[in-house]
C-alpha cells in the first residue's frame, strides 16, 4: 500500500504543470534547512523555561486569567492555547526535536500535567527588572524552587511520577528573557543612553538567576539573547522619527539589543569559568532572526515588517488601538507567508524556519547539539 506521502505526490502529478511547480519548489525549499539528527536522548528529557511571551506557553492566561482568543492558535492547535501566535513557538519545535511533549504552564492547575517532562514558567511580558513584580525573571525563579522542594517533599513520602533529585540535576535550564527590558525602557521615552545604561542591571538578574538554579543542582543552560527589537512591526508603527537601516529596521533599538546580547555573551563566558562542571549554551537568536528579515524572499515570505494579524494595512498592520484579536482586527489568509504574527511575535511559519537554524548549532557557542542534556 503507497504511503501517504506517496498518494500525495500522485496526486499533484494529476494537477495542472503550474501546481506540481509551486509543489516541487515548496519541496525543495523545505528539504534547504538544516535537519537536525534524531534525538539521542537516553534519559527522559526534563526541561525548564523561564522567559517572556517568546515561549509563553499559556502562563499569562493560566496565571491571570488573561484571555488571549482566537485567531491566536488558529494552526496546528485550532484553538487557543494561550500562545501568542498563530501556531508553535520555538520551544514547542525545541521539545518536538526531542520527542517530548510540549511545556506546561506552571500555574495552569487543568492542563492534566504531571510535570514529569519539567514545567513552563515564562509568562506574557515578563521582564528581569523590577524584580519583585510578577513575573520577572526572579519571580519566576521563585516559583521554580517552590517547584522543586513540593516536588521532593512528595518524592520522599512515596510519591511516583514526579521529577526526583537526580531529574532535577540532569534537566535543562532554559532561559530566553530581556526583550522587553529594552523595550519598556524605550517605550518610557529614555534616550538611547540611558536604555543601554540599565543593560548591566539586566545581566545582573540573569547572572543571579543561573547561579540559583546551579546551586539547586542545576548543571545544564541553554540561554537565548534577545532578537532584532527594531524589525518588529510594533516599534515601527510606534516610533515617529526613524531611523532604519537598510532593511527597514530601527537602528536604535536593534544597537540596544546587540548591546545586550554582547553583554550577555561575556556573561556566559565568565559563568563558565565559575561554575563548575556546568555546561552553559548561547544561542544568537538575535543573527537567526535578522537573516530570516534581511532574507526573507528566499524563504518565501513577504512584507516581513508587516503583521498578519493588526490592523491599518501596509506599511506594518499594527495599531496599538485594534491589536489581533481586538474588535476591528484584520489578519491574512491561512497558509500566508508572514514573518510577523502580530506585530510582535512570530508566525509558525517563521518560528519553524528559526527553530530549524537553532537545531543546526551553526548558532550556538559552544556548538553543542539540542539535546545535549539527555544523551548521559
Known amino acids: 500500500m503507497a504511503s501517504s506521502h506517496s498518494q500525495l505526490s500522485l496526486s499533484v502529478l494529476c ?16 528539504a534547504s534547512f ?7 536522548c537516553k534519559n527522559q528529557p526534563i526541561i525548564f523555561n523561564f522567559g517572556d511571551s517568546n515561549s509563553d506557553t499559556g502562563g499569562l492566561t493560566s496565571g491571570l486569567g488573561f484571555p488571549v482568543n482566537l485567531p491566536n492558535g488558529r494552526s496546528f492547535f485550532h484553538r487557543s492555547t494561550g500562545r501568542l501566535s498563530d501556531g508553535r513557538l520555538l520551544i514547542d519545535f525545541l521539545c518536538q526535536s526531542l520527542n517530548a511533549s510540549f511545556l506546561s504552564p506552571y500555574l495552569d492547575s487543568l492542563s492534566g500535567s504531571n510535570f514529569t517532562n519539567g514545567a513552563n514558567f515564562a509568562v506574557v511580558g515578563s521582564s528581569t527588572l523590577p524584580k519583585f513584580v510578577p513575573f520577572s525573571l526572579y519571580i519566576q525563579v521563585m516559583q521554580f524552587l517552590h517547584f522543586k522542594a ?12 514526579l521529577i526526583n533529585d537526580e531529574g532535577f540535576r540532569n534537566a535543562l535550564y532554559i532561559i530566553d528573557i530581556g526583550q522587553n527590558d529594552i523595550a519598556d525602557s524605550f517605550a518610557k521615552n529614555l534616550s538611547y543612553v540611558q536604555v543601554t545604561k540599565r543593560v548591566p542591571s539586566i545581566i545582573t538578574e540573569i547572572n543571579n538567576a543561573v547561579k540559583a538554579l546551579y546551586n539547586q543542582g542545576g548543571r545544564k543552560f541553554w540561554i537565548h539573547n ?10 515601527l508603527w510606534l516610533v515617529e522619527k526613524k531611523d532604519l537601516d537598510p532593511h527597514g529596521c530601527l537602528l536604535s533599538y536593534n544597537s540596544a539589543a546587540q548591546l545586550f546580547n554582547e553583554a550577555l555573551r561575556h556573561l556566559c563566558i565568565q559563568l563558565r569559568s565559575e561554575l563548575a562542571g556546568a555546561t552553559i549554551v548561547y544561542v544568537d537568536i538575535y543573527a537567526v532572526k535578522y537573516e530570516l528579515i534581511a532574507n526573507s524572499k528566499k524563504y518565501g515570505f513577504s512584507s516581513p515588517l508587516m503583521a ?5 494595512g501596509p506599511p506594518y498592520n499594527y495599531n496599538i488601538r ?3 484579536g481586538q474588535p476591528g482586527y484584520q489578519v491574512c489568509n491561512e497558509g500566508s507567508r508572514f514573518v510577523s504574527w502580530d506585530g510582535i511575535h512570530y508566525t509558525e511559519a517563521a518560528n519553524t524556519i528559526v527553530a530549524s537554524k537553532v537545531l543546526s548549532t551553526a548558532y550556538s557557542t559552544p556548538r553543542t547539539t539540542f539535546d545535549f542534556f539527555c544523551h548521559g
Do not use: D, M, W
Not at 494537477?15 to 523545505?30: G, Q
Not at 538544516?34 to 539521542?40: F, I, N
Open 322 to 324: 485594534v491589536t489581533c
Open 34 to 40: 538544516p535537519h537536525p539528527v534524531a534525538s539521542q
Open 15 to 30: 494537477l495542472h504543470p503550474i501546481f506540481f511547480f509551486f509543489y516541487l519548489f515548496f519541496t525543495l525549499f523545505l
Open 308 to 312: 498578519c494579524c493588526g490592523s491599518g
Open 150 to 161: 513540593r516536588s521532593l517533599e512528595l518524592v520522599n513520602t512515596g510519591s511516583r511520577n
Open 226 to 235: 534577545t532578537g532584532p527589537l527594531g524589525c518588529l512591526p510594533q516599534k
